[in-house]
């Protein structure tokens, strides 16, 4: 059914309603509401916006379905602000649980009636109020399919909830990490952002939601555990009845005393970026004849981003874009800048003098990939390499990092630089929500995952775009008294340099996607109980064990702990072999299966890793005996 078709229109020029309070949550307030629709646009270059219908017309012609249940025991409450508030009855949904970042699912169950609306809701009912009344909410997405639908939903249950103000991107289109920028420049309450990442979009694919807290940090645990036990007991949701808001254009639509602001996503984005790196600097060597750019934006939201950023700002020139109008399936693609996903700007920067440096970033523009002319960098090193050469390059490290951090999985690349700086240096599980706390504290600012994450306080999300700039900046620093005509210092030079001081870090990611989930439980239960029968010393083929465990986290700055966050083998020359389960997907078990072994002999960092690994490999597979519990003989994407 289709929420408007029930929406009551009482009294609509009734004002004696602000005796009502929020808390009359539903029952049995029937008088309602709403002063007259206003509109206006304070920027001067902004089109006015008006709302397409008056509330009494769009009430009972809205023509967007969208999924909240209209069920005739619908109450209205009033609201002192003067919307009409309706409670509609709904019931738990069971599975509704967020897993690494956010809650995600194929397209068509979030379509299920109630879906997103109870999961919106139970997430108001988890916040203290203090946290959204009257306060300010962002509200951005990587323009995939269901967006559209999503926002609206997202908009009026705002409203029913008594959130002042929206801030929406343009079309609902905003990627993660501006998302971030934009909650901590507006000092909002919080944001959602409305992304499976890398996922792949459209009808049959996925769908997700995740919200971010007033320092733009991903909420933490504490919070989406709340989420999930109200997800599993809520009975109403509140929604207010405005019509569908027209996203089309920046400006103001004021509904009572809710309001929604269309933004541009990229001018505050913009702003901060400039600030944290030397623009002119970047310019120079972009604007190079002799240095050929080349950025993939997969048709997703950094299409948004790279051309304002790269052509308009930094001179690259227009065709150094690619796939860069982003689309609601990806055109087909999987967002995710990898060496399997990303296989067209790979082979270009593999090809006879492709260009001197590629990157791409995924669906929400949170991730990077980073390639030189014929070589690829890890993100593991990326990270290292980034914290090694900041200072100098990039102006908002001018004093230095405060501190470094990097997820469990990712390699002790970025150990070394923390060690050989003097840094604090930090160890998080998995996913970008650990990191957050570190920085509010003080604690970190340049930190990384192996999956394509970099990024830094200047937000509190990874930023694809941050590192492609942060790459560029350490390029064009190195070059920047380089004549015309001289031979640049190279991406490949640049990282085998930094192997030649701190040695290498060889790594690789094993993804066996979408397995039976029976068959991949199984498999890390019999891991966690070889963890348990484990004791130092134990030889494992050539290799004696240091220690294996299952990661277990505190958090240094407010106590919490996780556990369960990996199994890893780790070996007396620092070798690692790590497991764990991912938390992103959407259908079956992806086991994902990382190893690590640390190189110091220069003569051998040539090497190639798969070579370099092998042994440590077919290890990790036997111990696991990975391919019996999942029946995959080979992994769907190395990295
Ligand atoms: C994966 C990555 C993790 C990353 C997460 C979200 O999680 O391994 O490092 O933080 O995706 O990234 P998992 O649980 O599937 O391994 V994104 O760009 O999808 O928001
Ligand atoms: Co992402």
Redesign the pocket.
């Known amino acids: 059914m289709v929420f408007s078709s029930c929406l009551r229109v009482e009294n609509v020029f009734s004002h004696a309603i602000s005796k009502f309070k929020h808390s009359n949550n539903g029952n049995g307030n029937g008088s309602v509401l709403s002063p007259p629709i206003s509109s206006f646009s304070l920027l001067s270059s902004s089109p006015l916006v008006f709302p397409k219908f008056s509330l009494l017309k769009t009430s009972l012609t809205h023509s967007l379905s969208v999924k909240v249940s209209s069920s005739s025991s619908s109450t209205a409450i009033a609201e002192p602000e003067g919307i009409k508030i309706n409670s509609v009855p709904t019931k738990p949904i069971e599975g509704q649980k967020t897993?690494?970042?956010g809650l995600r699912k194929k397209v068509k169950v979030f379509m299920q009636e109630n879906y997103l609306a109870n999961w919106i809701q139970a997430l108001f009912n988890s916040l203290p109020s203090e946290d959204y009344k009257n306060g300010l909410l962002v509200l951005g997405g990587d323009g995939r399919y269901f967006n559209k639908e999503a926002s609206q939903i997202i908009i009026k249950i705002a409203a029913g909830n008594g959130v002042g103000k929206i801030l929406v991107g343009k079309e609902g289109v905003m990627s993660?990490p501006a998302v971030s920028a934009v909650i901590r420049k507006r000092k909002a309450n919080g944001g959602f952002i409305m992304s499976a990442?890398?996922n792949p979009g459209g009808p049959e694919y996925d769908w997700g939601i995740k919200f971010n807290y007033n320092s733009g940090q991903p909420a933490p645990e504490s919070i989406t555990d709340k989420i999930y036990g109200n997800t599993l007991s809520i009975s109403k949701i509140k929604i207010a009845d405005i019509p569908d808001v027209d996203l089309s254009h920046p400006g103001f639509t004021k509904y009572g005393n809710f309001i929604v602001e269309v933004v541009d996503p990229v001018s505050d984005y913009l702003e901060l970026v400039e600030h944290v790196f030397d623009f002119e600097l970047i310019r120079s060597l972009l604007s190079r004849p002799d240095f050929r750019f080349i950025f993939d934006a997969m048709h997703a939201v950094t299409g948004a981003y790279a051309k304002p950023i790269f052509v308009d700002k930094l001179g690259a020139s227009p065709d150094s874009i690619s796939n860069g109008v982003p689309l609601e399936d990806f055109g087909h693609g999987h967002p995710d800048p990898n060496l399997t996903y990303a296989k067209d700007l790979v082979k270009i920067m593999y090809s006879e003098n492709g260009p001197d440096f590629g990157a791409a970033s995924?669906g929400?523009g949170?991730?990077n990939m980073i390639l030189g002319r014929g070589f690829f960098v890890t993100p593991s090193d990326s990270v290292a390499i980034i914290a090694a050469n900041s200072q100098g390059a990039i102006p908002y490290f001018k004093s230095g990092a405060k501190g470094l951090a990097r997820?469990m999985p990712t390699s002790g690349a970025l150990d070394r630089v923390a060690e050989k700086l003097n840094l604090p240096f930090f160890e998080v599980p998995?996913?970008?929500k650990f990191f957050g706390n570190l920085m509010d504290d003080g604690k970190l600012s340049i930190c990384g995952?192996e999956?394509f994450?970099t990024g830094s306080d200047h937000i509190r999300e990874k930023d694809g775009i941050w590192a492609v700039l942060a790459w560029l900046s350490i390029i064009a620093y190195r070059n920047k008294d380089k004549k015309p005509g001289e031979k640049l210092v190279s991406v490949a030079d640049v990282v085998k340099e930094h192997w030649a001081t701190f040695g290498r870090n060889f790594f690789s990611r094993y993804d066996y996607e979408e397995c039976e989930s029976e068959g991949a439980n199984k498999m890390m239960e019999y891991l966690r109980d070889l963890v348990s029968k484990s004791k130092p010393g134990d030889k494992y083929g050539s290799y004696a064990l240091q220690y294996a465990d299952d990661f277990k986290y505190t958090d240094p700055v407010d106590g919490s702990v996780v556990t369960k966050q990996g199994v890893r083998f780790v070996f007396t020359d620092g070798s690692r072999i790590i497991f764990?389960l991912?938390?992103?997907?959407s259908a079956g078990a992806?086991v994902?299966m990382y190893i690590e072994q640390f190189e110091p002999v220069a003569s051998k960092h040539e090497m190639d890793a798969q070579t370099a690994l092998k042994p440590l490999i077919d290890l990790a597979l036997s111990l696991s005996k990975l391919k019996d519990f999942t029946g995959r003989e080979k992994p769907t994407v190395i990295t």
């Open positions: 897993g690494t970042s993660t990442s890398h995924d929400d949170d991730r997820s998995t996913g970008w995952e999956s994450g764990r991912s938390g992103t997907g992806t994902r």
